[in-house]
């Protein structure tokens, strides 16, 4: 693997399409000599990783489903002998377990060090977390939640205060608690990071400012912002509203506001820049594709979003599709510096609200309650 | 949300309500009946606000494509002449007989159940039975989004005696015990929907109250050799693909091309995704999370099916922008991926017969484009096979005054003929 070796030795955001199109074609071979089912599905596309040659090439490279996950195990490693699986937050109702061999651990962990060091997430100082998730325990394997507490390690824990706790086996969220937690937080002069859902945070900001507490936060306090808005997307606000009123209840500018986005399919940090934009870093590819004909699009466009990282020989997510539309634009047009394009997620795919009545269609759909 | 005799009510009231159900639903049956003339006269009152923009705001939280054109066609067909027309087409005609007297009456009390797969289906069942003379029943569909009873509220504030007329309930299927008290009450049980939903009904049915079933249908084009001189009639089919999305139980799923060799399917597929391309550029993807996520349902679909051993998919996709031909070789028809996404096959007219009839009990509309031997062998074959409808291609999903519904008179349902002895 010395390809994704190379690769993942690179800065966050340098471009270097040789170096990556040559770890994804060496990750792909890997795949398809230890992993029958994904040597016949690419097999069935008439692809070999021989087609591999450019940046473009990357097109051609057959891509699955993020459900197909939720929905089979396809391990390329013998599954007894991987170290650690992790299961995605299954918010459409399946969930499903991805695993993480060592050396694919240590590239992601590179790979943070590398993109919260240039976000300067990374502290000395002791700090109160107020997470917007999940409370870990033995029976959560899910990423969102190892992922929300392993971001408390970015400076040292002076008190944890969880969003979701599990009561009588199911998990409640108590934001009349996190409330009155960051009452008690705002008062002390240690900095404070909020981490997590950030439907749960704009909730809880709301609630403050009913409640008209006074909860401007120490200096060098940061919202960290993953996992999206879930189950809550009519609820969303826009970034500006959000920032508005973190300015205006916590006394936070945005710049202290990050943004992230990834996936269990697709263990890759994505981290807005100080435009607030997601560029995508050296160690992926974005590709967005016609939500008909699944074909490229070009900058700009809406489409679905499809992820590119040769980080993982245990599971063959080299290329995935999770259920997410976004488009993606020049990275010189967000003016951050930074020069690698930048994703904009826009939603996420959904079937609910369709109405049919063409026979056949329970098969895609499920069948239409009375 | 429940609507009982005009008034609303809290869903609290669902047990107090259907306990009396049957007896008020009885007591209307004996003394009172319905002034179809003066239901026509209230029914084009709405449609003359419908046209008058009255009820934008209402209309305007149906979100489907086209909107404005169903609005338009919906008001038309509600208008007086129409509906008199329609009435009088899909009632049975009756004939003098030497020693019977035959006449016509409502069935009674009807009982609707209209899964939530059609905006404002709810409603149209109901006028139907109303224009019957019937008692109506109405259990609201899970999705219902409060239209149906704001529509049949307009209704009853224009004739107010409807109200006797009309009940219905906001009661999840799951409640059985309510679902026999509505069913108890009725003479006859009309379900919309899937199979699901049709079977479930029929499962809880009590035996002696028949159930009229308007289930999914699927629909399809058959063209013949000549098709490059018939573009006109294509682009005709490809607006329909297009503006329908598919999802209508007339819109078409594949479309067979009138030959025995596969890769014929490919030669028309190059030749009318240019046209089919066209009818997307001027009505433009609307949905983009819907259509996205039939088509990751789809993919995901073939990549278990790969990773799961079955044969290498043979389809061969012909991909435009916003829109798709796939060619395949499998000539089952199947709904397509919907939302301009369309399956073509090559099936020689020999075959097609025995293809259809792997969905006898499913067949809706067809259309054909071809020379006029071709068309009248087609139609032989296709109302033979079970198809009930044949249209232009443009008018795949047209709803034309007084036409029968999956083969029958709608209406004709909602009436019993009475016979009295001279």
Known sequence: MKFRRALFRKKPYDKDDEAFVSAVREMTEYHIKHNKKYAKLLSDADFSPDTLKCAEDLKKLPFIPTLVFKRNELFTIDKRKIPVKVTSSGTGGSAGVIGFELSGLFCAFKMVLKIFSFRNLFSPRLTNYVVFGYKPDKNNKTAVSKTAFGTTLFAPALHRTYALTRKDGKYEVDLDAVCRAIEKYAKQKHPVRFMGFPSYTYFTMKLLEEKKTDAKLPKGSKIILAGGWKQYYKEQVDKKEFYDTAKRVLGMDDENVIEFYGAVEHPVSYCDCKNHNLHVPAYSRVIIRDVTTLEPLPYGQIGLVELITPMIKATPITAVMPDDLGVLYPGETCGCGINTPYLKIIGRVGLKDVKTCAAGASQLLGDVKL | ?422
Not at chain 2, 257 to 279: T, V, W, Y
Request: aromatic letters at 8%; charged letters at 25%; a negative charge.
């Open chain 2, 1 to 422: 949300m429940i609507l009982y005799k005009g008034k609303i009510y809290g869903t609290e009231k669902t047990v107090d309500l259907l306990e009396k159900l049957k007896n008020d639903v009885d007591e209307t049956l004996l003394n009172k009946s319905i002034d179809t003339e003066r239901l026509i006269a209230a029914v084009d009152e709405i449609s003359n606000r419908i046209s008058k923009g009255a009820y934008d705001k209402l209309i305007n939280e149906i979100d489907v494509d086209g909107l404005d054109e169903y609005v338009a066609a919906a008001a038309q067909m509600l208008h007086s002449d129409n509906l008199r027309l329609n009435i009088k087409a899909q009632t049975p005609h009756l004939t003098e007989l030497p020693d019977i007297n035959s006449y016509i009456a409502p069935v009674g009390a009807l009982f609707h159940i209209a899964a939530g797969n059609v905006d404002v289906l709810p409603a149209y069942s109901v006028l139907s039975g109303l224009v019957c003379g019937n008692v109506n029943i109405l259990k609201l569909p899970s999705q219902d989004n409060g239209i149906t009873v704001k529509i049949l509220s307009e209704l009853i504030k224009i004739m107010p005696e409807l109200s006797d007329f009309i009940y219905v309930f906001d009661t999840p299927s799951s409640d059985l015990p309510s679902m026999l008290k509505m069913a108890e009450a009725a003479d006859k049980i009309i379900v919309w929907g899937g199979d699901g939903a049709v079977a479930a009904v029929r499962r809880f049915a009590p035996p002696q109250i028949p159930v009229v079933s308007w289930g999914h249908k699927i629909s399809f084009a058959c063209i013949g050799s000549d098709y490059e001189k018939r573009a006109d009639e294509l682009y005709g089919l490809a607006e329909h693909i297009i503006k329908t999305s598919q999802l209508l139980c007339s819109s078409c799923q594949r479309i067979y091309i009138n030959s025995g060799k596969p890769e014929d399917a490919d030669g028309f597929c190059r030749f009318f995704l240019p046209i089919l391309q066209k009818a997307r550029d001027k009505y433009p993807l609307k949905d983009l999370g819907a259509a996205a996520e039939a088509t990751l349902l789809d993919l995901t679909a073939e990549t278990e099916g790969s990773i799961g051993g079955k044969p290498k998919n043979t389809a061969r996709k012909y991909a435009g922008k916003g829109c798709s031909l796939t060619a395949k070789d499998e000539k089952t028809l199947e709904i397509s991926g919907f939302f301009g996404s369309c399956d073509v096959t090559s099936c020689s007219l020999n075959e097609l017969f025995n293809v259809l009839r792997e969905k006898k009990g499913y067949l809706q509309t067809a259309t054909v484009i071809a020379d006029e031997k071709t068309r009248a062998e087609f139609e032989n074959i296709a109302v033979r096979a079970g198809v009930c409808r044949i249209t232009n291609p443009a008018d795949m999903s047209r709803a034309f005054l007084g036409e029968a519904h999956d083969g029958q008179f709608e209406l004709s349902n909602y009436v019993r003929i009475i016979n009295k002895e001279v």
